[in-house]
């Protein structure tokens, strides 16, 4: 099978974390890619979800931004500490 260079950027933090997780696998970035690629074509379909997160929606950023507003102006709301039992 004739093999093809294949190209592309990316954050140097996101290849570092990429690269310890395929070396924990024992898989070069090369083979990880080569496996999406071929699910990818064998699916046709990105083999997993994507969407968007809903803590980052334009509502919400807005909430946060009023409520980060309010603290600064002095009008926050402070509340009891919720312990976590676990």
Do not use: W
């Not at 093809?4 to 898989?27: A, H, P, W, Y």
């Not at 968007?52 to 926050?76: K, T, V, W």
């Amino acid at each position: 099978m004739a093999q093809t260079m294949v190209s592309f950027r990316m954050d140097d933090n996101l290849k570092r974390s990429m690269e310890q997780i395929c070396d924990e696998l024992g898989l070069s970035m090369s083979a990880a890619f080569t496996i999406f690629a071929k699910k990818m074509s064998r699916e046709k379909r990105i083999p997993f979800e994507v969407s968007i997160d809903p803590f980052y929606s334009d509502s919400n950023m807005n909430h946060l931004r009023r409520g980060a507003a309010a603290l600064d102006a002095g009008q926050g709301v402070q509340h009891e500490l919720i312990e976590d039992d676990e």
